[in-house]
Each structure stands twice: as C-alpha cells, then as structure tokens.
C-alpha cells in the first residue's frame, strides 16, 4: 500500500510541476477577462463614493484618499492569481482549501503509466487491480478518488 501512495504522491508532484502548482501569487489578467462587470461596477461605485464624499460636508480629502487606496488595493488583489499544490492529505477531506481548490481528485486523471505502474506492482491487492480495470473499462479512465477509494476506503488520506 505504501507503494500505491507513492506513487499517488509522485503523480500529485508531477502535477503540480507541470500546472505550476506552488502556492505563488503571480499577476494575471484572468480575473479582468473573466469578470469585466465586477471591475466596472467596482469604478462605478468608486466614482459614486467620491461624488458622495465631496457633497458631503462630514466628509473630505482623508475620506477621499483612503476609499481611493482602497480601491487600489483591492484592484491590485483581484490581479493576483494563486495556483494552489495538490496535496495527497487533501484527497476525500472537506475543508477551506475544498472551497478554492474544488475537489480535484475526483476529476483528475492518474496517467496511464501511473496506472500500470500500479498493476505491476506484485503487493497491489487483487481487489484494487479488479476495481481499476473495471473502471477503465467502464469510464476509460481513472482519477485519484477511484485509486484512494479502492486502495485505502473511507479512511482519512492524512492518516493513511
């Protein structure tokens, strides 16, 4: 079993290399080409804010420059885009990283030299075999969820 989940990991750090998967934040126009309405809406309200700030006698120049910082920043922000690492732990565990990552194990293919890596291997019990050539039978492909669940079930990926 130690064998499959290395292998797993060694797939997982492939991966990870070839998506640059490093937990970097890199600047990336993504954000700007996908959502352009937030971006617009975002200098609307900007513009609104100002045009309340100078017909507002309570308000003024420091109220004007800290929304314009704010603005700013968060501008900057929204251009920073993070590849975050496919980790093996992460595999059937619900938490934050769920919510940014998605549960990628679950539609994320093992490759083929992967999954004869592990039918080679002479420990891989019959069972595990079994249930990955049905499932390449079945839907031509096999992805981390379908290894782990065959391999180890519903134990917790961290401990195994």
Not at 36 to 58: H, R, S
Not at 63 to 74: D, E, G, K
Not at 108 to 124: C, D, F, G, K, N
Request: aromatic share 14%; with cysteine; proline share 4%.
């Amino acid at each position: 079993m130690d064998a499959i989940k290395q292998i797993l990991i060694d797939e997982i750090a492939l991966l990870n290399r070839e998506e640059r998967r490093d937990n970097l934040p890199r600047f990336s126009l993504s954000f700007l080409k996908n959502h352009p309405g937030l971006w617009a809406v975002m200098y609307l309200c900007y513009g609104l804010c100002v045009a309340l700030i100078f017909t507002t006698e309570m308000l003024g120049w420091p109220a004007f420059w800290f929304a314009t910082v704010f603005v700013l920043v968060m501008s900057v922000l929204m251009l920073l885009d993070i590849n975050p690492k496919y980790r093996f732990e992460d595999i059937d565990a619900l938490d934050l990283r769920v919510c940014y990552n998605g549960e990628w194990y679950y539609i994320q293919p093992v490759r083929e030299q992967a999954i004869s890596r592990i039918l080679s291997l002479p420990e891989t019990p019959e069972r595990v075999k079994s249930g990955i050539q049905r499932l390449l039978t079945q839907k031509g492909e096999v992805d981390f969820y379908d290894v782990y669940y065959l391999t180890w079930g519903h134990q917790e990926a961290a401990r195994v």
